[in-house]
């Protein structure tokens, strides 16, 4: 199994441009999930899905759009980039039953806006 | 609301030392689940321990150790005889009510050859 796996793992974008985070998991997980990591302030939520067709907001979603149209893929798109939004972003998966919920963390995509 | 409290920002510690990662947390929920995670320098993050509100065994594993205490709400994490590689950002978060997880700000742990 690969995992969860993100693409890219760095991009640089400028102020208003839109672009897509790529999540993807061979693991048949049903619960995906965006986080956002900034400096002195953890991983903070910004959206999620417990399962294909079902997406819901998290702390932070605010200038991102998320879709699941199949199991394995849990896209993030940034509508119109703002420099609020450099940060690196996680995604995540885990399992539905409550005795497996860990989640599964991808490797990050560091974001810059300028 | 929930609420995950990491109040140490930054612990140095000499090799071999013991280290504990403090975690405080607040909940309304009578079912909850706490995690422990780990982001070394690479930048990665590594589960560690996911416990359940009602499982208040403490847990050993290796060098690491968790107690967790419902009535203070908390859910420390103990490493023993800390090794170098020990060093990294550590996380607590906890679930509630639901899928959503909040984490807490971290702890940057650094351990001295």
């Known amino acids: 199994n690969a995992g969860v796996t993100q693409t890219p793992k760095f991009q640089v974008l400028k102020t208003g441009q839109s672009m897509t985070l790529q999540c993807a998991q061979d693991m048949n997980h049903e619960y995906m999930s965006w986080y956002r990591q900034d400096p002195g302030m953890g991983l903070r939520l910004i959206h999620y899905?417990?399962?294909?067709?079902?997406?819901d907001q998290g702390e932070v979603p605010n200038g991102y759009n998320v879709s699941r149209s199949t199991t394995e893929d849990f896209p993030l798109r940034l509508l119109s980039a703002a420099p609020s939004q450099t940060s690196v972003y996680f995604c995540?998966?885990?399992?539905?039953?409550?005795?497996?919920?860990?989640?599964?963390f991808g490797p990050g995509t560091r974001l810059l806006v300028l | 609301a929930q609420k995950v409290t990491q109040a140490q920002t930054e612990i140095s510690v000499v090799e071999k030392e013991d280290v504990t990662l403090d975690c405080v947390y607040e909940?309304?929920?009578?079912?909850?689940?706490l995690f422990w995670y780990k982001q070394p320098p690479s930048g990665e993050l590594v589960f560690l321990i996911r416990?359940?509100?009602?499982?208040?065994q403490n847990e050993i594993s290796g060098r690491y150790s968790w107690n967790f205490q419902k009535s203070t709400s908390s859910f420390n994490f103990t490493i023993t005889a800390s090794q170098v590689v020990d060093s990294a950002v550590y996380f607590c978060?906890?679930?509630?009510?639901?899928?959503?997880?909040?984490f807490g700000a971290g702890t940057r742990l650094f351990v001295k050859a």
């Open positions: 909940t309304r929920d009578t079912t909850y689940y």
């Open positions: 978060a906890l679930r509630a009510g639901g899928f959503k997880t909040i």
């Open positions: 899905s417990v399962g294909a067709g079902i997406t």
């Open positions: 416990r359940n509100s009602f499982d208040e």
């Open positions: 995540a998966s885990s399992y539905r039953q409550w005795d497996q919920e860990t989640q599964y």
